[in-house]
């Protein structure tokens, strides 16, 4: 049960999967909502009045048109019965938690995931937002905070299990070690190790699940724009700022086992073949080359002209690589990786491509666009088409990547945030706020399940990511949603 803000008015959670709102002084029934699949469990009302928030059994939350009693969206991401709903001091923000022990915060407009909480530990069946709207308290009890602007948690029954989060910090585990900016961040294959490059002229190594720093790998003379790991997992190759790509063992924390140094200005992206025997790199020469991973000998070089190339990447099967560039005719090049011609190019950003690549399976590409384009695109790879634009970041986008089973697309931007987007409609589905300087590179870990991003402030973080399974009830939703207004 829940009252409005002037207590002319009161809302209760019904079993017969509705909530009603009634009018206190005569008792009257106002308003029914209906759309669960089952009970009604947990309401709450917005600070103005005019939104009603809802739980259920059906694992879903909603929120309400408080006045005529439309359904506005629909929250997915649990998987267990929702036990509680609150909305924030400014209304700008919605929690849930539940039975499956989990918590999570949207944005308002319930397009945006800002937090999952996933370490409660027990069934929670109460949330509170701070004053500030800036972290959540979670408990088996009833709990709440102090109306008087203090941080004082007051307690209630249950099992005084009680848990403050921040909600900015999303439960991203910070990789601190650098002294200078991190500019790039990847995964090993099995999942378990992330590289950094740094600024600092170094890369290192961490565990992926406790954050611990492993090892370091120091021989650049400039900073290292790009890491990337080996498909086998023993080697790392660096791009670095000094014109040269190195690749190391990552077993050792010695000399690199080859270098790469025929590059005539700063080499901004490097990859491994599929197969591991081949690297290409790219840089501000404007050339792309390829290597032999293993004798450092160079095999053949692409050329964009003058124009400085930002990225490079393999499609999975070695055949093709694709290529960023700066200006000039395409925005992205597709390469023929025996033959080396030109096979297509892409053009419809309006500022130069700052990071492009492949979708697993090979049929798309997307590219990231810098200021004032501040925008990401999806292609059809055989044909050139332009199939999505990813509008959302409001600066640079600095990084793209797809998720491994291609479902969904990850970017980093200058904004400082990273987002998440569903890579068949193009819809935003997650905003990753934590770091304080730019996003400049962002990676998906091998199962999809987790991101990497690396940040001008020093630091890199891990996150969860929207599992395959999040997207598919967003999707449905968004059907559900389509297929409604078609019939209105």
């Known amino acids: 049960m829940a009252f409005s803000p002037d207590g002319e008015r009161v809302v209760t959670a019904c079993w017969d999967r509705k909530a009603r709102v009634w009018n206190v002084a005569d008792g009257k029934e106002l308003a029914t909502f209906t759309g669960h699949g089952d009970a009604v469990i947990a309401v709450a009302v917005s600070p103005d009045g005019k939104r009603i928030g809802s739980g259920s059994l059906d694992t879903t939350a909603s929120v309400w048109d408080a006045a005529n009693g439309e359904e506005l969206f629909t929250l997915w991401g649990h998987n267990s ?36 909480v996933k370490k409660h530990g027990s069934p929670i069946s109460s949330v509170a937002f701070s004053q500030d709207g800036q972290r959540i308290i979670t408990g088996g009890g009833s709990v709440v905070y102090s109306p008087d602007g203090v941080d004082k948690i007051l307690p209630g029954s249950g099992d005084r299990t009680i848990k403050i989060w921040e909600i900015d910090d999303n439960e991203a585990l910070t990789l601190k070690g650098h002294t200078k900016g991190v500019l790039t961040a990847a995964f090993s294959p099995d999942g378990q190790r992330i590289v950094t490059g740094s600024l600092d002229k170094t890369a290192r190594i961490w565990d992926a699940t406790t954050g611990k720093f492993l090892r370091t790998f120091q021989g650049h003379t400039e900073g290292i724009r790009c890491v990337a790991f080996s498909p086998d997992g023993q080697r790392i190759v660096t791009a670095s700022f000094d014109k040269t790509a190195k690749v190391w063992d990552v077993r050792a924390s010695g000399p690199p086992l080859v270098s790469f140094a025929r590059h005539g200005n700063l080499l901004i992206s490097a990859a491994f073949s599929p197969d591991g025997r081949r690297v290409v790199t790219g840089g501000h020469d404007g050339t792309a080359k390829v290597w032999d991973s293993a004798s450092g000998e160079e095999l053949f070089t692409l050329q964009e002209g003058t124009r400085k190339i930002w990225s490079v990447a393999f499609s999975l099967d070695g055949r093709r690589i694709l290529t960023s560039n700066e200006s000039g005719d395409y925005d992205a090049t597709i390469w023929d990786a025996t033959s080396r011609k030109r096979i297509r190019g892409l053009k419809g950003h309006r500022s130069w491509v700052m990071s492009a690549t492949f979708s697993p399976d090979g049929r798309r590409i997307a590219t990231a666009s810098a200021h004032p384009d501040n925008t990401a695109k999806v292609w059809d790879a055989a044909t050139g088409d332009c199939l999505h634009t990813l509008n ?83 999707r449905l939703e968004e059907a559900r949603r389509e297929s409604e207004a078609a019939r209105e």
Request: charged share 20%.
């Open 81 to 116: 019965a929702v036990t509680t709903v609150a909305f924030s001091a400014d209304g700008q923000r919605i929690a849930t938690a539940g039975d499956d022990q989990t918590a999570r915060v949207y944005e308002a407009g319930g397009r945006h995931q800002l937090l999952a």
């Open 392 to 474: 959302g970041h409001s600066d640079a986008v600095m990084s793209v990547t797809f998720s491994p089973d291609g479902q969904r697309i990850l970017t980093g931007s200058r904004d400082q945030t990273a987002r998440l987007w569903d890579a068949a409609s193009g819809r935003e589905l997650l905003a990753l706020n934590g770091h304080r300087g730019w996003v400049i590179t962002v990676a998906f870990s091998p199962d999809g399940r987790r991101i990497v991003t690396a940040s001008s402030d020093w630091t890199a973080k891990v996150w969860e990511a929207a599992s395959p399974e999040q997207v598919a009830d967003w």
